[in-house]
């Protein structure tokens, strides 16, 4: 069984990912856990070994090294815990939004440094989610998409009659199809009560790994589009966009979800409305 020192060694290069091209994510202790495969008890102390590891590397290299501890958040309150203490002294007596602008503070200064050496140094090998050839064979299979199956206007015409499915309450307006000004059309659109507007991209069960990464990056660019067009309509309101599967996420799917904060919901519990496999 690996020890603690060991599970900070193999949390390290997830948080060099995440600190790299997601900084301003919410990542959560249990995200980090789940990236490695290790659920425990004891996040706190292997997050104050990870620091350690990181002191031991500054003052034998004489190199300054940003802490990582501050990527990760509690998700009772979108902040590092008091344990933080360690790290930034007496951070636990600080205001809310004091903590914040410091974490924040210094999670920038972690993602503009280069951590390429500190993985050399330490032995340790990128967390990459994704190869350069799984990427170029996305990248190709983005092209020549057949029609829109049965299984998929089933879907997408049951979540507009039937929001509350996933969650989606108090609305007002419901549509499918709906266009975006960058010319992109959503399959589901919500506006509900409260200024919310609500995307979701649907991908049928027989979308491939690949074809759900799309959409991942899909509710990306939507999320983009929709934002911006609530400046250009002089808006107030937020929005949020909603991946719905009827499969099954992959892991490396679900960790590329949680690094970029796309919320992502299996329709396995209402398949059987739906009469889907």
């Not at 031991?56 to 990760?72: A, F, H, R, Y």
């Not at 991908?203 to 911006?228: E, H, L, N, W």
Request: glycine share 6%.
């Amino acid at each position: 069984m690996a020890t603690n020192k060991e599970w900070a060694m193999r949390m390290l290069p997830v948080l060099i990912r995440w600190a790299q091209g997601a900084w301003d994510k919410p990542h959560y202790y249990s995200d980090l856990t789940a990236a490695v495969g290790h659920k425990t008890n004891q996040i706190g102390k292997v997050m104050g070994l990870i620091q350690d590891i990181l002191d031991d590397l500054q003052k034998s290299s004489g190199m300054k090294i940003p802490t990582l501890n501050g990527i990760v958040l509690n998700k009772s309150t979108d902040l590092p815990s008091d344990g933080f203490d360690y790290v930034i002294k007496d951070y636990s007596k600080l205001s809310p939004d004091s903590k914040r602008g410091e974490v924040r503070k210094l999670n920038h200064e972690a993602h503009l440094y280069d951590w390429n050496w500190v993985l050399n140094a330490l032995d340790l090998k990128p967390a990459k989610i994704f190869s350069s050839s799984d990427l170029a064979k996305m990248k190709a299979s983005h092209h020549g998409f057949g029609g829109e199956g049965e299984e998929h206007k089933t879907i997408k015409a049951y979540i507009c009659a039937h929001p509350e499915c996933i969650g989606i309450k108090q609305v007002v307006l419901a549509k499918t199809e709906y266009d975006l000004l960058s010319g992109d059309r959503l399959d589901v659109y919500f506006e509900c009560n409260g200024n919310r507007h609500v995307a979701i991209e649907v991908k049928p069960s027989t979308s491939s790994d690949s074809d759900i990464t799309r959409g991942i990056f899909q509710c990306i660019k939507y999320q983009a589009v929709m934002d911006a067009t609530r400046v250009a309509d002089y808006g107030n309101y937020n929005n949020e966009v909603i991946l719905a599967i009827a499969g099954k996420m992959s892991e490396k799917n679900r960790q590329l979800a949680s690094d970029l904060a796309v919320r992502c919901i299996e329709l396995s519990t209402i398949g059987a409305n739906l009469n889907l496999p």
